[in-house]
């Protein structure tokens, strides 16, 4: 028999796996058959697979390695974290396609005959924006099972891409998505999608039981580099995957909107239920700068999709009209999940995108997020309200007028042809004086102390998360600047960083200081690649392409780089035995040191990094440490009968334990 509408847990388990992406919900075909779920590791019988990232001419590539066991595979991701030719390294991630339930439904024999049952494309306004756009011109990458191209509602307008999973074409869950999104309107079949002239790119990234992250990984790339306008994904699960992730911003930084489902599996566990409940964070939804989608209409949110602070926005997620492939018979049915939300958002996304092709990413998020009808009856954590397309459209295609304050700016920028685009909201008054503008590029901001500055695209998404003006970074004090290798905004409380191998990435304080004062990013320490990172005793680390630099309040900041911190990560970082460091890496005479709270690490081309400490190193030291006749240090301490000796270019130092008293022998 039929289905109900509403989801539930284990219908079809997750079908599709790791993208990074929130899992969906869908509603099985009547008298389907519900497949197994897929593990959540990607430890099998087989070993355990590591990803491993690396850029080729900027470009993102994933390639998948099998090691024996969890512990060989922490080995390597160790190994690989110190090689510079790789950019990240971790342990597979598996996601799934959010399961769905789907009910049959009758064919009639009219013009789109199903277009009254998708109550769905009424709910978000899409007819209202057709005299405007039909998104003809506009490519959306549908990261899934695969397409049927030849289903009646999208033949003709479907481009089968690359196939990045192992196994035999699903094609349901994928097809689905795409009738959604692009399904032709007034064909004599089914209904039509919410963006019905958009041409659609299938990119097969799941198996049946699963989707890799590594798929999931170089689909989103290669969409990218295809000039994808929006991406898919319908899939996700509660991993992170830092290749996803790097994929993500890759994506971000080539143009692409990433929209994706926020996942299924937001009702409460029952007694004894661990998984697929209890409103998990799911990825990739979750990620920074991917526009994460959860269900709910104008009837009430959905309890059973997952919600909370990473939400954008939600779209309706029951009772959607798809149309099934071929091996269902090219028949249509009613779907639910957050699959079929994420679609409806993606299908905007191309709508606002055909009007104006060169929106940024941040504009995009912003138009949608801020055009979306609040719902008083909605519960928090279900971003900021039902997608609404017609407006979106409507806001990007009627500029505002460009406040006052902003005015000089936006004309020394070049107007509506530069990057800033046109105006698509009001401007809106703010703290201290303040006002923001939205355009079609990013953001305008003006306050009596900074003056008129303007932002954009990853930049503006971690400005966003930093609370924009009210947060720690308060108001820009520059523009965005483009600098070899990325781009830099400066703010009252810090600075933001952008490049694409290292997204965006917020730098203050001390660190920022130092950074500065070795040259910013053309220094040796290059691009920050994280952000600061809590340590023990207050203290603070922050990674960069060419090293780390350390902040504590006994030790101050200092910088590492090389083959000293190569030595200094072998032996625990600050955890270890030498503790924080005391200086940063210093030049010498045919090599470096550093100092550390317990001991330094000398380096030179014939000696390599070598740990010297206590009364060895105050013995070395009152021979003239490297400048003396012994030299570098050439080996570390070592225990021999009665003390402990290091061996140095020059000679040796023997400490003898029942005196601490020094002997140095010269070679």
Same mark, same amino acid.
């Given at each position: ?12 388990? &997750? ?33 355990? *697979? ?20 969890? +512990? ?31 009910? @049959? ?20 306004? =899409? ?39 192992? /196994? ?85 930084? &080539? ?22 409940? #209890? ?20 009837? #009430? =949110? ?34 639910? #999940? ?6 409806? *958002? ?22 949608? %997020? ?18 609404? *397309? ?13 406040? +006052? ?20 909201? =009001? ?5 201290? /004086? ?19 500055? @303007? ?56 660190? &920022? ?29 922050? %990674? ?82 490297? &400048? ?9 301490? %070592? ?21 601490? %008293? @020094? ?5």
């Amino acid at each position: 028999g039929s289905s109900p509408v509403t989801p539930s847990p284990r219908t079809l388990g &997750r079908l599709l796996a790791a993208t990074g992406a929130a899992p969906l919900v869908v509603v099985l075909l009547a008298g389907g058959a519900a497949a197994a779920p897929a593990p959540s590791s990607a430890s099998t019988g087989d070993g355990v *697979v590591v990803d491993v990232l690396r850029y080729r001419a900027g470009t993102p590539h994933v390639q998948s390695v099998t090691v024996p066991d969890g +512990a060989s595979a922490r080995r390597l991701v160790d190994r690989l974290d110190d090689d510079p030719g790789v950019a990240v390294a971790s342990v597979e991630t598996t996601y799934q396609l959010t399961g769905y339930r789907l009910t @049959a439904v009758a064919r009639p024999a009219a013009v789109d005959p199903l277009i009254g049952r998708a109550t769905h494309l009424a709910a978000v306004r =899409a007819p209202a924006a057709w005299p405007t756009t039909t998104g003809a011109g506009t490519l959306v990458a549908v990261l899934d099972s695969g397409v049927d191209p030849n289903q009646p509602d999208l033949a003709g307008r479907v481009t089968v891409g690359a196939n990045f999973a192992e /196994g035999g074409d699903i094609g349901e869950h994928g097809t689905m998505v795409a009738t959604v999104v692009a399904g032709a309107r007034d064909n004599g079949v089914g209904a039509a999608g919410v963006a019905p002239g958009a041409s659609v790119l299938a990119v097969r990234v799941c198996a049946p039981d699963g989707c890799p992250s590594s798929a999931i990984a170089n689909g989103i790339t290669y969409a990218a580099d295809r000039g994808a306008a929006v991406i898919n994904l319908s899939l996700g699960g509660p991993d992170a995957s830092p290749v996803v992730q790097r994929a993500v911003e890759y994506a971000i930084g &080539r143009g692409s909107v990433v929209v994706a489902s926020a996942g299924n599996y937001g009702s409460p566990c029952a007694p004894g239920q661990r998984d697929e409940c #209890g409103n998990p964070v799911e990825y990739p939804a979750a990620y920074p700068g991917v526009v994460s989608v959860s269900s709910g209409d104008a009837a #009430g =949110a959905q309890a059973w999709a997952e919600h909370g602070d990473t939400v954008d926005l939600s779209a309706p997620g029951s009772a959607v009209v798809v149309g099934l492939p071929a091996a269902q018979g090219h028949r249509y049915a009613l779907a639910a #999940g957050t699959s079929f939300s994420a679609p409806m *958002v993606s299908a905007a996304a191309a709508l606002v995108r055909s009007v104006a092709p060169t929106t940024p990413v941040a504009a995009v998020e912003s138009l949608l %997020r801020s055009t979306a009808r609040p719902q008083s009856s909605w519960p928090a954590g279900y971003g900021t309200g039902l997608l609404d *397309v017609a407006a979106a459209v409507a806001a990007v295609r009627s500029p505002e007028p460009v406040a +006052a304050p902003l005015s000089t700016l936006y004309s020394s920028l070049g107007g509506p042809s530069s990057w800033l685009g046109r105006p698509v909201s =009001a401007p809106i008054g703010l703290r201290d /004086g303040g006002v923001v503008q939205r355009f079609s590029g990013g953001l305008a901001y003006s306050s009596p102390a900074t003056g008129a500055t @303007a932002i954009r695209g990853a930049i503006a998404d971690r400005y966003a998360r930093a609370g924009w003006e009210n947060g720690f970074l308060g108001y820009p004090t520059t523009s965005d600047t483009a600098i070899p290798g990325g781009a830099f905004v400066h703010f009252q409380g810090g600075s933001v960083y952008w490049s694409p191998t290292t997204g965006a990435q917020v730098v203050r304080g001390p660190v &920022r200081d130092t950074w500065a004062a070795l040259g910013w990013e053309r220094s040796w320490l290059g691009f920050p690649s994280s952000e600061e990172i809590g340590t023990r005793g207050g203290g603070a680390v922050q %990674r960069f392409t060419g090293g780390l630099v350390y902040r504590t309040p006994a030790t101050g900041t200092r910088a590492l780089r090389g083959a000293i911190l190569d030595r200094y990560a072998r032996t625990g970082w600050e955890n270890g035995f030498l503790g924080y460091p005391a200086t940063s890496e210093t030049p010498l005479a045919g090599g470096a040191f550093a100092v550390f709270e317990g001991g330094s690490v000398y380096w030179s081309p014939a000696t390599g990094p070598q740990v010297v400490r206590g009364a060895l190193r105050d013995a070395w030291a009152a021979t003239g440490w490297e &400048r003396g006749r012994l030299g570098y240090p050439r080996e570390e301490e %070592r225990g021999v009968p009665g003390g402990l000796r290091q061996e140095f270019a020059g000679g040796s130092i023997t400490v003898v334990a029942a005196t601490g %008293r @020094a002997v140095v022998t010269y070679r």
